[in-house]
Structure formats: structure tokens, C-alpha cells
């Protein structure tokens, strides 16, 4: 029986679960990095770092991506030495807001932010709507944001005359090799989404042709999705089937899905 080939529009990490995983359970992975990435705004969170919540008059932090958590990362990297221990302690305290595990994951390896009493994480942005408004603080919310963000928090906070302060700590732009790795696509079995900004980006640099092959033909790969934002966006922005929908953003969980779709 030959092995079903699945492709992750994603980057392949050194030590990659999902390739790990995959091979595993007989499957045939092919990486196509659709995003690139540019952190912004450093010198600007250096500043705040150092102040610290009290000074900066900041009740809360709102991250949806794990790029903000690495723009935050880069920039206490540059600054660490010059923060005393009442301004770090002040950042493990604050409220912190966040869409998604993995960027949980990566905050939590900052000593900023060992403290995880006053966090809220949730699996899209959406359901952080309700605990930041609970909140009714006079304080700032610090929101850091990608370029290509939605509009549903900082409608929200608006709506509510919530204060909030966002700065965009990212640049998202497409990889530059996307467009030549498309013109060679060849169908598969599975085709893994990650972000509704990689699908915009590949929809950008394929043809009318390709993207019927990709996501209408009647042998089109089936789709699965790492989370709810994903899906959401090809059901209702795009118009198309999602076959799976990854229960957590991560390998383990795809790889379950995939494997429990095919088994029936």
C-alpha cells in the first residue's frame, strides 16, 4: 500500500514533530514554508520592559501570536541586566492574555513571566473577549500585534472604552521561495493549514488551475486544520470543506485527527 503524502504549508523545524510524527504512522511529510517573518518595534518594548507595568501604567498584556512573544523575548534579551527584581516581579503579576498554547509555552521560558496566576489562554481570540472585558481596569492593555491581525479585540476593547495601547511587534511577508515550490505542486492526500495568513499568502502566488487542485477538484487533498481561527477562515472566508480541525494546536493532536479520519 503506498504511503498517503502529506503537506504542511509550514517551515520544518530542526527537531520537527509533525515529521516525526507523520513517518511514525506511515505517512510521507513535504514541507512548503509559506510565511517569513520580521520582528519590529524592539526598541520601543525595550522601553517598557525596563519601566515596568506600574510605570507604564499597563494592567494587562494581550499576545495572540508567539511572534510578539519573540519580539518580547529579543527585547529583554537586550536589557535584562538593567532590570531590578521589583520590575521583574511586577511583570509576573501582571494579567496576560493569550491565544494559543504554544505561545503560553514560550512565554513562560522568560523570567518575566514565570508566574502563571493571572493568565487567561484561550484557543482563539474571539474567547478572550469576555475576560478582558471582566476586567473594567482604568489600567492600559498592552496589546502586541502582527500586521495582519483581526480586528476583533481592538473592536472589542473600543466598543467597551476599554484603554489599550497596541503596538505591532511583527511584519509578516510571504517566503520567497513559496511561488516556485506552487508551480511544482503536485497533488496529496493531505494538505495541512496553519494560519489564515499563510492561505491568503498561497492563494496570492497560484493560479486559478492550481488552486482548484488545491482546494475544489474533486480530488483535491483532503484539508485539515491546526485550530479553530484556521478552519473558521476557510469555511467561512473561502467557502471550503475542512476535513479535520486539530483539538490543540499541536502535532500530536493533528496527527490524531488525520489518523482517525483516515481509519474510517
Request: glycine share 4%.
Amino acid at each position: 500500500m503506498a504511503q498517503k503524502r502529506v503537506i504542511l504549508f509550514k517551515k520544518q523545524d530542526k527537531q520537527d514533530k509533525y515529521n516525526d510524527l507523520l513517518v511514525k504512522y506511515g505517512y510521507t511529510p513535504e514541507f512548503i514554508p509559506v510565511l517569513d517573518h520580521k520582528l519590529e518595534n524592539i526598541h520601543i518594548l525595550e522601553s517598557i520592559i525596563c519601566h515596568g507595568p506600574h510605570q507604564e501604567h499597563i494592567g494587562g498584556l494581550i499576545l495572540t501570536s508567539h511572534r510578539s512573544t519573540e519580539a518580547i523575548k529579543k527585547a529583554y534579551e537586550l536589557v535584562k541586566n538593567d532590570i531590578d527584581s521589583q520590575i521583574v516581579e511586577e511583570w509576573n503579576k501582571l494579567p496576560v492574555y493569550i491565544v494559543g498554547p504554544q505561545t503560553a509555552q514560550a512565554l513562560e521560558q522568560l523570567p518575566l513571566f514565570k508566574s502563571h496566576r493571572s493568565w487567561t489562554v484561550a484557543s482563539r481570540a474571539a474567547e478572550l473577549i469576555k475576560p478582558l472585558l471582566d476586567t473594567r481596569s482604568n489600567l492600559t492593555l498592552l496589546f502586541l500585534a502582527g500586521d495582519k491581525r483581526r480586528d476583533i479585540i481592538p473592536d472589542a476593547l473600543t466598543e467597551a472604552q476599554l484603554p489599550f495601547k497596541e503596538i505591532q511587534s511583527y511584519s509578516t511577508c510571504v517566503h520567497p521561495n513559496l511561488a516556485n515550490r506552487m508551480k511544482e505542486f503536485v497533488c496529496a492526500d493531505w494538505a495541512v493549514y496553519f494560519s489564515p495568513s499563510g492561505l491568503n499568502f498561497i492563494l496570492s502566488v497560484i493560479d486559478q488551475q492550481t488552486k482548484q487542485k488545491l482546494l475544489a477538484a474533486e480530488n483535491h487533498p483532503k484539508i485539515a486544520a491546526i485550530g479553530p481561527t484556521t478552519s473558521d477562515y476557510i469555511k467561512n472566508e473561502l467557502g471550503f470543506n475542512v476535513d479535520v480541525i486539530a483539538d490543540k494546536p499541536t502535532a500530536e493532536h493533528l496527527v490524531k485527527e488525520i489518523n482517525e479520519f483516515n481509519r474510517q
